[in-house]
């Protein structure tokens, strides 16, 4: 017997060669996929943008890898149509009535949606060209990279920035101006939205949703994407002791908020997440932590089968010596968003209330992040803010 072979005798039998062809088989049939591997709403972005394109795409981008005219030539008219066809029919006082008006008046809309193009074409029309011709496979890439100016890629991002954007008018700044919400500001909208219900209509469902969103982005700042939909999995309950009261104990929350990444493959640090413990304040409008737990009554989240606010507050008692009691959720809730809301409603939901609240002057939803910055500015010290940011 061949030294150590006695260590291999138990996979020699024709079961396990079977068993182990099969698993040669499964693996050709879904190989390791050489793209990024990027969150679900990005995906869908780039394939609305990618699927407009109407002339045989694959050649397109294949005689872009080749620094084609004819494929410039291409992508350049596709551009200008998106421009071109952007836009509604607006009501004027003039004599025609109405006027076209155009939505895409930024350089940057357009740049956007070129890169948006050119990653899907690269992770998809040119990711089977290279899996076909892997000799040449490193000629079959595509990539939008802001400090390479060479190849065909940038030469369609200088062309947008220059002669298209004299071309259509397009500015190359940033079209808006960076509004704060304060904390009297937010107090306001809060008491509108349920004050003035009437004039907002909504599901309790969303209403509820909308309130948690305007708290939590104008706790921390977060992102929207970070926030919206955020499902049960990242809120956990749990009963503390009350240091000046031993006898007593308080309801608190731990909110961790995973920060919006492109990117999804392994990582190393935990740098994209942040997660902040709640309890309740005197001010039911503020009081985050009632809208969450109110929440979570309602969806019958808790494994104790909690029933009202009463019962979560009162029913679970901590024993002598524990200063410490989780209240876990139902497995089958864990997925479920505790704030079931998205961007579209959102921006319906802001507008209303922004409207019936009375403002003189619109803001969007983003003046929330610019506001929480302004209030952790100082409070925090700058690499603290800049990382919950």
């Known amino acids: 017997m061949a030294p150590r072979s006695r260590f291999f005798e138990k996979y020699a039998d024709d079961e396990d060669e079977v068993d182990a062809f099969e698993l040669l088989e499964d693996f050709a049939s879904a190989p390791t996929d050489d793209v990024r591997e990027i969150s679900a709403s990005k995906k869908a972005e780039r394939a609305r943008d990618y699927a407009k394109k109407q002339i045989d795409p694959e050649g397109i981008w294949l005689g872009m890898c080749c620094d084609d005219e004819k494929a410039k030539m291409y992508c350049k008219i596709f551009l200008q149509w998106c421009v071109k066809a952007s836009g509604r029919w607006e009501l004027c006082l003039g004599p025609a009535e109405r006027e076209w008006e155009r939505a895409v008046t930024s350089a940057i809309t357009v740049t956007e949606v070129w890169k948006c193009l ?210 876990p959720l139902k497995n089958d809730v864990l997925d479920k968003p505790i704030i079931p809301l998205h961007q579209g409603k959102l921006n319906e939901i802001w507008n209303r209330t922004l409207l019936v609240s009375g403002l003189r002057q619109t803001m969007k939803p983003y003046s929330l992040r610019v506001g929480a910055a302004n209030r952790l500015n100082g409070v925090l010290e700058p690499a603290l803010r800049n990382y919950i940011l």
């Open 118 to 327: 050119v990653v899907e074409a690269d992770s998809t029309v040119l990711f089977r060209k290279r899996k076909e011709d892997r000799a040449n496979r490193r000629r079959w890439i595509l990539s939008f990279a802001e400090k390479d100016r060479t190849g065909p890629v940038a030469e369609i991002s200088r062309w947008i920035d220059g002669p298209m954007a004299r071309q259509y008018g397009l500015t190359t700044e940033q079209m808006f101006v960076k509004q704060e919400t304060t904390a009297e500001d937010i107090a306001v909208f809060l008491d509108t939205l349920w004050t003035r219900s009437e004039d907002i209509p909504l599901t309790p469902t969303k209403r509820i949703a909308f309130h948690v969103y305007v708290l939590v982005v104008g706790i921390g700042g977060f992102r929207n994407s970070s926030v919206l939909g955020l499902p049960y999995r990242q809120v956990r309950f749990a009963l503390v002791r009350d240091r000046d009261h031993p006898d007593s104990s308080k309801l608190v929350a731990h909110v961790l908020i995973i920060q919006n990444k492109r990117r999804k493959n392994l990582r190393r640090t935990q740098d994209d997440k942040i997660e902040f413990t709640i309890t309740f304040v005197p001010g039911r409008t503020v009081c985050l932590l009632s809208q969450l737990a109110s929440r979570a009554v309602a969806d019958d989240a808790f494994e104790a089968g909690y029933q009202t606010l009463d019962d979560l507050l009162y029913l679970p008692q901590l024993e002598s010596g524990i200063y410490y009691l989780p209240l």
